[in-house]
């Protein structure tokens, strides 16, 4: 037996892990981190995990924060931006509205491999002087309290036990969820769904799906597959996410009421599924069926967690703490802000202040992100096949995400707390109006005429839109913070307002009823066309 004492241990070499010990080696090089992997390394490529696409705050983290830009561009695939598509029970994509972009948009995201890029990151983190043991099996831990150090107990593959004493303990064990589970932090969240999925051999080429020749022309380059394409329907959406190894990852995520779970939890079951619900889908698959890689499923998968972070000296990241839905991709996201805070709090404690003050406002910092974007999901999947809907509330959402939490990441005011002192009623007039909006386009959908015609809904031209991407990156002083924010969240005003107007023309005039305070909004600029 082995007994030794470190400043940090992080359960689990996952993506959330080892993301989090690069963080904490770049920011304190000195520091003794342990990261303990259950899994053998190297993993395989492609069938390894789930939660292969980013998108903006998660592909900065990764790039910028962490210094992974280059393998990020030279090993992974350059995301096409989302792409969706209203075809529940069509085989002819070209004659349903699309949503998506012509051209790639400004601010980077990618479609990362997991098996290769978790091999890279054990490597790098290797390299960066991090302890990280693969093969080791964690069998027991105990959390100290009032200031002792925590003690974690552990197997390696020669049977030989270890005991480490660590003064930080970590949790990055996705699902297990180890310190979640001993703490009974678990808490349901209100949104029930299912996912599953599977991986094939073989790329899923849909700009080759049909011959119309002004469909295939619509994008440039002609390279839809680069997407997240999201073929959805009445209670679900599929997902389509390209792999640099050459596979396709593919998913079906569904309302666990609507589509349940039994339907589709053998592959078998999922592609007669697909036969009825997205037959054009499934045509590409029955002809791979040889190519199968993997096949998965989580049943009800998202849920809340009562505590992230402890003046204990103890955290949880990924979906060791909590998790809310891959529509999105909102996972690398969270990744990103849950390891920022908790880089935070061991700055705080090698400084030699208390944590208990920080850890509690993170943590409320943290609820308030979470809630946020738990309403975009909960209660709305009925909506997904509406493709007069839909389309108008993700350019809400992206409009919110990209208006007030990329703005805190990406101008690094995550931890901010004057700036979240000043900004409160702006920022809390933003989250009520979101969750008005959330409410207001269930209902918009009750009354929808739900037309669904041959249109392509190119986000990038919308200016407005366009230019929220493209500013992602500029650099603000304090007041160029603040005064993007202000200016950000009088924009989801004046968008409310149009939305609203939009929906009154489709839905009637009643969809103005309770949204009559928006009329004094200022004007906001267009949507699409009504179609």
């Known amino acids: 037996m082995t007994d030794t004492t470190h400043d940090a241990v992080i359960l689990g070499g996952g993506l959330a892990g080892l993301c989090l010990a690069l963080q904490l080696r770049g920011e304190f090089p000195g520091m003794d981190i342990v990261v303990l992997e259950r899994r053998a390394h190297p993993l395989p490529e492609a069938a390894h995990k789930v939660g292969e696409s980013t998108v903006e705050i998660g592909a900065h983290y990764l790039a910028d924060t962490l210094g992974l830009h280059e393998h ?14 209203f075809s529940e029970g069509r085989s002819d994509l070209e004659e349903v509205t699309e949503l998506g972009v012509r051209e790639v948009l400004p601010t980077p995201s990618y479609q990362i491999d997991r098996g290769i890029f978790e091999n890279f990151l054990g490597e790098e983190a290797r390299r960066r002087g991090i302890d990280f043991r693969d093969e080791v099996r964690v069998t027991g831990f105990t959390l100290g309290t009032h200031g002792a150090m925590h003690q974690v107990r552990c197997t390696d593959t020669t049977g030989t036990a270890h005991t480490l004493q660590a003064r930080w303990l970590l949790d990055a064990s996705g699902r297990a969820g180890m310190i979640r589970r001993k703490l009974e932090l678990t808490r349901d969240n209100g949104h029930h769904a299912n996912a599953v999925w599977f991986r094939l051999n073989d790329r899923l080429a849909i700009d080759g799906w049909s011959d119309d020749a002004e469909w295939r022309g619509r994008c440039t380059p002609a390279e839809r597959w680069r997407s997240t394409n999201h073929l959805c329907g009445p209670g679900y959406w599929t997902w389509l996410i390209p792999l640099a190894s050459g596979a396709h990852s593919v998913g079906i995520v569904a309302d666990a009421a609507m589509h349940p779970i039994e339907s589709m939890n053998t592959f078998e079951r999922a592609l007669a599924w697909l036969d009825t619900h997205q037959p054009a889908l499934a045509r590409e698959v029955a002809g791979r069926q040889d190519k199968l890689l993997d096949f998965a499923f989580f049943r009800d998968y998202s849920y809340g967690c009562a505590r992230m972070f402890s003046a204990d000296r103890w955290a ?17 996201d969270f990744i990103a802000i849950t390891n920022t805070y908790i880089t935070e709090l061991i700055r705080h404690d090698r400084a030699g202040k208390p944590v208990a003050p920080y850890a509690r406002l993170y ?54 707390a004057t700036l979240f002192a000043e900004l409160a009623p702006e920022l809390d007039r933003a989250r009520a109006l979101n969750e008005r909006m959330q409410a207001f386009f269930i209902r918009w959908h009750a009354a929808s005429q739900r037309r669904n015609p041959r249109v392509m809904l190119d986000q990038g031209e919308l200016p407005w839109f366009a230019a929220m991407n493209a500013t992602l990156h ?7 913070v603040r005064a993007r924010l202000r200016a950000n969240v009088a924009l989801l005003e004046g968008l409310a307002a149009t939305i609203v107007e939009r929906a009154s023309a489709d839905g009637g005039e009643a969809m103005r009823e309770t949204m009559d305070d928006l009329a004094g909004a200022p004007s906001a600029p267009a949507l699409f066309r009504a179609a």
């Open 72 to 85: 990020l561009e030279s090993t992974h695939i350059r995301k096409f931006g989302f792409r969706f598509f």
């Open 316 to 332: 949880l990241t990924g979906e060791a703490g909590a998790f809310l839905d891959p529509f999105y991709s909102p996972g690398t």
């Open 363 to 416: 943590e409320r910092l943290f609820g308030s992100f979470y809630e946020s974007t738990l309403a975009l999901y909960r209660h709305q999947y009925p909506l997904l096949g509406n493709a007069q809907v839909m389309p108008i509330k993700v350019i809400w959402d992206y409009a919110y995400y990209w208006g007030v939490l990329c703005q805190l990441v990406f101008q690094q005011r995550l931890t901010d």
């Open 474 to 480: 500029d650099a603000l002083d304090d007041a160029g």
